[in-house]
């Protein structure tokens, strides 16, 4: 089973960019499809990309496609949110996480979770 760490958070003003990392120990990460979520203050947490375990496919969610992409390196054992012309509602805490099958847009899937890493984004 892998662990997951995310990093790259920080404070960003609007039209500005991240790049989030999530970078996962063990042998097999090539074995996980990955996902990206977020939650903010007072909201539930909400799905913003997956990707399969070869990189070959990916899914956004709507308010982020066009402006977000997902990205692995399973070399590397990371995976990457590449976010462009950020927003402040894009502020959240953005976790990563893995599951042994098919990528998925829904949380209740995922069974192992990174401790997520807070965007900020000032208006």
């Known amino acids: 089973q892998v662990q997951l760490v995310e990093s790259g958070g920080g404070l960003v003003q609007a039209g500005g960019s991240l790049r989030l990392s999530c970078a996962a120990s063990g042998r097999t990460f090539s074995d996980y499809a990955m996902g990206w979520f977020r939650q903010a203050p007072g909201k539930e947490r909400e799905f913003v990309a997956t990707?399969?375990?070869?990189?070959?496919?990916?899914i956004y969610a709507v308010s982020v496609k066009g402006r977000f992409t997902i990205s692995r390196d399973n070399a590397k054992n990371t995976v990457y949110l590449q976010m462009n012309s950020l927003k402040p509602e894009d502020t959240a805490v953005y976790c990563c996480?893995?599951?042994?099958?098919?990528?998925?847009?829904?949380?209740?899937?995922?069974?192992?979770w990174g401790q997520g890493t807070q965007v900020t984004v000032s208006s």
């Open positions: 990707i399969n375990w070869n990189g070959r496919y990916t």
């Open positions: 996480a893995a599951r042994r099958a098919a990528y998925s847009d829904r949380d209740s899937h995922y069974d192992i």
